[in-house]
């Protein structure tokens, strides 16, 4: 039976390499929004919190005109329009907990530094248990594709939160990492990309030095897709986190209708590009959740708010079944991330730390 299973997982592995081999995807946009819920992905806005006087900025009205719909279906779709039209028609979703389609960390920390470590080395480092931790002792994916053959020089990566440096070891790394307030500084810069260096230096700073508005972040992953045609590349939003914690409701859902419209811009420029169409995977996913049980929670993360290891996964490719919300019963970790990743491309990512199986993205025949 245990042989007949192995043999089985082995079969869906082969299949899954086979048929992305077979449609030839070259490349891979990775995006993450950090601590965007489950619960506003698959369910749309909620009300308890678009309510309260303590969370809805006093734009209730707002709120409702924009993002409500007695529909659930209806409402996930206001808020984000792309990923519940477009990505899931084409796509795979991962991590609607009310068909038992659980996605979650496997670290035991419910933050960001931890779960971007296990999300990109794909294994849980129980050593990086803080987000001040310095810099990243482990091999990510990204460092992985840009030693392979054809990849060298075709991987960049775009945050809005400084952290982003250590996390990916930006010294080290030997591809271009951007966070936060970093100026592109490359000497054959773009005018778009040196007027966003201007801009961002000139915007508004929540922390001193701490994070950047996504728009820069977006549209500098947007000039350089354009210009420099990564085949790799990883545009890192951190709005949707920031307005939780400041306990802003109305712009915590601006800010993730915000990621889903630059998602679609992405993806229509690799869709309307032949370097890139039919040739490019899309991976959309999450480092945490948020609480929910205790509503008040919403606002916050981390082992003792229950629930914000709960995430979300979403894959879309050449090669991939659609098969949008996925709602058979399965349980996922993070740190499958990295692996799935790899082999999007046809790559096996190794390291000399452990790193977790692949996610299996095809249909058992
Ligand atoms: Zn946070």
Not at 127 to 147: C, G, K, Q, R, W
Not at 283 to 290: A, F, L, P
């Amino acid at each position: 039976m245990r042989i007949k299973i192995i043999s089985g997982i082995i079969l869906l592995l082969w299949m899954q390499y086979s048929a992305i081999a077979q449609n030839k995807v070259e490349n891979i946009i990775v995006v993450t929004t950090d601590g965007l819920r489950w619960q506003e992905l698959f369910t749309g806005m909620d009300t308890a919190l678009a309510n309260n006087p303590l969370y809805n900025q006093h734009q209730k009205d707002y709120i409702y005109k924009t993002y409500w719909h007695a529909d659930e279906k209806e409402r996930r779709k206001k808020l984000l329009p792309f990923i519940w039209s477009s990505f899931v028609a084409s796509g795979q979703l991962y991590g609607s907990r009310a068909y038992q389609n659980f996605v979650n960390t496997a670290n035991p920390y419910w933050f960001s530094y931890p779960g971007y470590n296990e999300m990109f080395a794909g294994f849980v480092d129980s050593a990086i248990n803080t987000n001040s931790y310095p810099d990243n002792p482990n091999l990510n994916v990204l460092e992985f594709l840009n030693s392979q053959p054809g990849y060298r020089g075709k991987v960049a990566a775009f945050g809005s939160w400084e952290a982003y440096d250590r996390i990916l070891r930006k010294k080290t790394a030997g591809y271009p990492v951007i966070a936060a307030f970093d100026n592109i500084d490359w000497k054959d810069a773009t005018y778009a990309e040196k007027l966003i260096n201007q801009m961002k230096q000139n915007s508004y700073k929540a922390e001193e030095e701490f994070g950047c508005m996504d728009v820069f972040t977006h549209f500098q992953a947007m000039e350089y897709l354009k210009t420099r045609k990564p085949k790799v590349l990883y545009v890192a939003y951190l709005e949707t986190d920031e307005w939780a914690h400041s306990k802003m409701y109305r712009s915590y859902l601006d800010a993730a209708h915000h990621v889903d419209q630059w998602l679609k811009q992405l993806w229509d420029f690799v869709q309307s590009q032949p370097a890139y169409r039919n040739k490019t995977a899309l991976v959309i996913t999450t480092d945490h959740g948020r609480g929910d049980t205790n509503k008040a929670e919403w606002t916050s993360h981390g082992s003792k708010i229950v629930g914000a290891d709960q995430i979300w996964f979403g894959v879309m490719a050449p090669g991939i079944p659609a098969k949008g919300e996925v709602t058979t019963p399965v349980q996922l970790y993070q740190k499958q991330i990295a692996q799935t990743i790899a082999s999007l491309l046809g790559k096996k990512f190794t390291a000399n730390h452990p790193v977790a199986p692949v996610i299996v993205l095809v249909n058992e025949k």
